[in-house]
């Protein structure tokens, strides 16, 4: 299916797979989508639009299994549910920043720089993007009056963070 995500990325010539899934209306998280395309969820990026303020809106691009800091994104928040459609023409679970209404200016949680290869909506639920980091970053600049990494997503909590990469012995004693 031609997307208009993939209508771009064709237009500037950037490589790209179409990976196609199933849709579940009353599941449409990230971390589904990954399990359904066969992605960890920290590559499968979700796109958010945020307001700062009366008619001024953001796309956050976060990790699928991150939570977006709105601190770190100017005291941002999100757009409401009913918002969304109207300013950028696409329905939950199906935003992309390629082809809106209006290119907003978009902020990539950096973490996107660590991986050979990612994910994002086509522009329509049951259709993904997979295509390098850099790639997405090159067309986000081409197709977004500001494109640019920064740290977007809230920190694990030390004691969180620790507990899960704790190993038992066989007494069950964590070392």
Known sequence: MKTNGARILESLGIPFELRE???????????????KIGMPPEQVYKTLLTSGGPGIHVFAVIPGDAELDFKKLAEAEMVSLK???????YIRGGVTIFGAKKAFPVFIDETIELFDQISVSAGTRGTQLILSPADYIRAAREHCPQAETADLVKSVAPAQDAAKYNTYSEEGQAQ
């Open 21 to 35: 899934y199933e849709v579940d209306p009353e599941d449409l998280s990230a971390i589904t989508v990954a399990n």
């Open 83 to 89: 918002e969304v459609q109207p300013l950028t023409g």
